[in-house]
T-cell receptor, first 117, second 117 residues
Framework: AQKVTQAQTEISVVEKEDVTLDCVYETRDTTYYLFWYKQPPSGELVFLIRRNSFDEQNEISGRYSWNFQKSTSSFNFTITASQVVDSAVYFCALSEPFGTSYGKLTFGQGTILTVHP | EAGVAQSPRYKIIEKRQSVAFWCNPISGHATLYWYQQILGQGPKLLIQFQNNGVVDDSQLPKDRFSAERLKGVDSTLKIQPAKLEDSAVYLC???????????????FGPGTRLTVL
């Protein structure tokens, strides 16, 4: 069965600091997808990124970057020069496109990020 | 393109009462998901529909929860009777494809926050 672990429950930083959110996953499938979602105080889940299991290239999008390492089953998310607007709960998630419930997302517990001015 | 719509946004009921939530997915999306998010946790899948058929309802407490998607478009999730532990945010998501192996990203609605007193 698939499982996603986000060991950091809460992180607090001061604006302009860099911050890394950790995500470790478990799956028996060789084909899977990993996601990060942001949940601001309004409550809606906002999609940030999707990676497939065959693409270990790191990705950068503005101040956001993601580090995918199959060897350690990790998919970490770094925010560079954090801003107050980055304050939110961040979820890592896993889906197995060929599983019984294909496409179903298994979420981690979430990391609450607070960026202080 | 309009996003996933959900209503109501908030609902407060007393235990043993009934409640229903509505979701209208993005136009043309074949697959629809209902997730339950208890405070402090990641969302957990309750039920997945492909068009008007159920793909996975293994985590749906069928003694009190029911869901339908009669015309393969919008969907209703019902709880009858509600318990205190049903207090949560109920999120709806949709994807274009209904096929196993698809690579779609799930886009979420704003959720319905249910409080059971």
């Amino acid at each position: 069965a698939q499982k996603v672990t986000q060991a950091q429950t809460e992180i607090s930083v001061v604006e302009k600091e860099d911050v890394t959110l950790d995500c470790v996953y478990e799956t028996r499938d060789t084909t899977y997808y990993l996601f990060w979602y942001k949940q601001p105080p309004s409550g809606e889940l906002v999609f940030l990124i999707r990676r497939n299991s065959f693409d270990e290239q790191n990705e950068i999008s503005g101040r956001y970057s993601w580090n995918f390492q199959k060897s350690t089953s990790s998919f970490n998310f770094t925010i560079t020069a954090s801003q107050v607007v980055d304050s939110a709960v961040y979820f890592c998630a896993l889906s197995e496109p060929f599983g019984t419930s294909y496409g179903k997302l298994t979420f981690g517990q979430g990391t609450i990020l607070t960026v202080h001015p | 393109e309009a996003g996933v719509a959900q209503s109501p946004r908030y609902k407060i009921i007393e235990k043993r009462q009934s409640v229903a939530f509505w979701c209208n997915p993005i136009s043309g999306h074949a697959t629809l998901y209902w997730y339950q998010q208890i405070l402090g946790q990641g969302p957990k899948l309750l039920i997945q529909f492909q068009n008007n058929g159920v793909v996975d309802d293994s985590q749906l407490p069928k003694d009190r929860f029911s869901a339908e998607r009669l015309k393969g478009v919008d969907s209703t999730l019902k709880i009858q009777p509600a318990k205190l532990e049903d207090s949560a945010v109920y999120l709806c998501a949709s994807t274009p494809s209904g096929r196993a192996g698809s690579t779609d990203t799930q886009y979420f609605g704003p959720g319905t926050r249910l409080t059971v007193l």
